[in-house]
């Protein structure tokens, strides 16, 4: 489990893409790897992905096809920048909401705008995800939580603050790019009991 606050933003150092449908990423951030077990997990852009190899600087894991087909991590080259962030430990101040790092789709920016000293992103969702973002309820976009403003159709709303634009890839986000969308838990499930009515 996670909270979608991202504590490091790493680079991608190296891309080996298989023969078959998986591709390993190997990736350079700020933590302690001396804390980091092979095996643990990590959310990479909202995607909780198995640790399979450490170095001084650098972990690697690999990502299924499913994985790949269904987010954006397939994207990702040399250089590029991930969100990350280390799983919730008991005990921990949950600042965000809870994520599960099981991303449920792609959401699309429509639009970036100057809100004061913030910056306002229009996202749309898939049609299929849409009745589960309301308005000041939460996301997870690209691992980072988020309150919604506005919802409409299959659009919503979200401030990025200037520190959040600084330490996470969305200071590098534009019009036409996509960005994993996992949607509030306690949306799907109310979703799911209301449809048993």
Same mark, same amino acid.
């Given at each position: 489990?996670f909270t ?77 920048? #991930? ?22 789709? %792609?959401?699309?920016v429509v ?21 589960? #973002? ?11 939580s988020l309150?919604?403003?506005? #919802? ?26 996509? %960005? ?9 499930? #109310? ?7």
């Open positions: 489990m979608g606050i991202v504590t490091d933003l790493g680079e991608v150092r190296r891309v080996v893409r298989k023969d078959g449908a998986e591709t390993r990423f190997e990736i350079r951030s700020h933590y302690d790897y001396a804390t980091i077990p092979v095996g643990a997990s990590i959310a990479h852009n909202g995607v909780c992905l198995t640790v399979i190899e450490r170095g001084d600087d650098w972990h690697a894991v690999e990502v299924s096809g499913e994985t790949l087909s269904k987010t954006t991590l397939g994207t990702l080259s040399e250089g590029g920048r #991930v969100n990350l962030e280390r799983p919730l430990a008991i005990g921990d101040e949950l600042g965000g909401h809870i994520v599960s790092g099981h991303v449920d789709g %792609v959401a699309r639009s970036i705008k100057p809100d004061n000293q913030s910056m306002r992103f229009v996202f749309e969702t898939p049609a299929d995800l849409a009745r589960f #973002v309301a308005p000041k309820g939460s996301v997870a976009l690209d691992g980072v309150t919604v403003n506005e #919802v409409e159709g299959r659009t919503f709303g979200v401030n990025i603050i200037p520190h959040t634009q600084a330490v996470t890839t969305f200071g590098t986000l534009k019009p036409g790019d996509s %960005v994993n969308l996992e949607i509030d838990m306690l949306a799907r499930y #109310v979703a799911r009991l209301l449809e048993k009515e």
